[in-house]
């Protein structure tokens, strides 16, 4: 397996900066909110009331229950509490369907560009990983027809994300009713939607795939409390899914973690139950960081890039940079870019190959405007010396 580019950059910059050096950090998918108090009261109190031992393997019932209701609420989706697997991530969540589902040399197709772990998920479940690339015109989403016509007889799944991890696409309700009749007529194919960023969506609405009748018993919906509510480090991620799915995730995570943390769980059910307009305010940031670091990077004449829907991202094309070079550093890909802009802007980026994309480096915008407005105006500096 590789190691995680985006971990890696993060790992990297963190060095800097412990050796005093100012380092703007645009590689980590995190929101630079603070987790809200109430959900923070719900932890302390579990604290006080002594769930402190092992949880069941596949949640806390009255978790699983508010997911269950959440779903009814938020997505229109039915599933039952036996449904539902809540994991020390969405990640987690991720490799247990993965390792449920495929078979050494089973082929698993990855919209591209795709969160940078799929693939390596992938890898461990001895599938092989099939990328389906859309391009920057196309607002990065792989289209129903593109996926029909990359299916063989050794394809049992797909992987992609809605709010997009890295390009922040959304995909609309008739992309995902033309990727559901795809689906639907392979019998023996799968689909994971990983909605993560189901909270961070600037137009229009999130909608769920298996809201499609034809394909709800082969989807597997991924979702998960880090990114709306701020709760990366607490590590809750669930999926619902049919409930023979959901029981080989469960026998899967048994002998590999166990249930997830007591005291998180107990802060995720104050999250879930939560009327989601509690995170407006930090949608309503992200938009307005959004709007603002498009506008400060068309002063970047080369740098293309597209209008983001969701997330907290811009997957920006770097490609006219090849071939350049400032003193004796040469740019041949994304990642000689990427490492240039971490030492001569001290900016750190993630390059594009890790989302199967070469031509492309991610932007994260979870930070304040002040620190945008500074990273930009050194990437600018930077980008302008070569030649």
């Not at 900066?17 to 998918?29: K, M």
Request: include cysteine; charge should be negative.
């Amino acid at each position: 397996m590789s190691e995680s580019q985006t971990l890696a950059m993060t790992r990297k910059s963190r060095e800097l900066i412990a050796q005093g050096i100012d380092v703007i950090n645009l590689s980590i998918g995190e929101p630079d909110f603070n987790t809200p108090d109430f959900i923070k009261e719900a932890a302390k109190k579990a604290i006080d009331d002594n769930f402190s031992h092992y949880t069941p393997v596949p949640g806390y019932p009255d978790l699983r229950e508010a997911i269950s209701n959440k779903f009814k609420r938020d997505n229109n989706l039915d599933y039952s509490p036996d449904e539902i697997v809540v994991s020390t991530g969405a990640k987690q969540s991720i490799a247990n369907v993965a390792l449920a589902l495929v078979n050494p040399g089973d082929e698993v197709l990855l919209p591209s560009p795709y969160w940078v772990s799929y693939y390596e998920i992938v890898k461990l479940a001895e599938g092989v990983p099939v990328p389906v690339s859309a391009g920057i015109e196309n607002d990065f989403k792989t289209t129903a027809a593109q996926l029909e016509e990359a299916i063989t007889d050794k394809t049992k799944l797909i992987i992609f994300s809605t709010p997009c991890n890295p390009s922040g696409s959304v995909f609309s309700e008739q992309e995902l009713k033309a990727i559901a009749d795809v689906v639907a007529a392979h019998e023996d194919l799968y689909i994971i939607c990983d909605e993560i960023y189901e909270h961070i969506v600037f137009d229009g609405k999130h909608h769920s795939l298996a809201k499609f009748d034809n394909v709800k018993d082969r989807v597997i919906t991924v979702n998960g409390v880090s990114k709306g509510f701020a709760m990366t480090g607490w590590r809750i991620g669930y999926i619902g899914a049919p409930d023979w799915i959901a029981k080989a995730c469960t026998k899967i995570q048994g002998q590999f973690t166990s249930g997830a943390s007591s005291i998180s769980q107990k802060a995720a059910v104050a999250a879930i139950n939560m009327d989601p307009s509690c995170t407006e305010e930090m949608r309503n940031t992200f938009r307005k960081r959004r709007d603002l670091i498009l506008e400060l990077l068309k002063d970047i004449n080369e740098l293309k890039t597209n209008v983001p829907e969701g997330a907290f991202y811009v997957f920006a094309d770097i490609s006219s940079y090849f071939k350049r070079s400032y003193g004796e550093t040469k740019i041949e890909n994304a990642a000689d870019l990427t490492m240039y802009l971490l030492n001569e802007a001290r900016v750190a980026l993630v390059p594009g190959d890790a989302f199967g994309e070469a031509n492309y480096m991610r932007i994260s915008y979870a930070c304040s405007d002040e620190l945008i407005k500074e990273a930009v105006k050194r990437i600018k500096e930077a980008l302008d010396k070569l030649k």
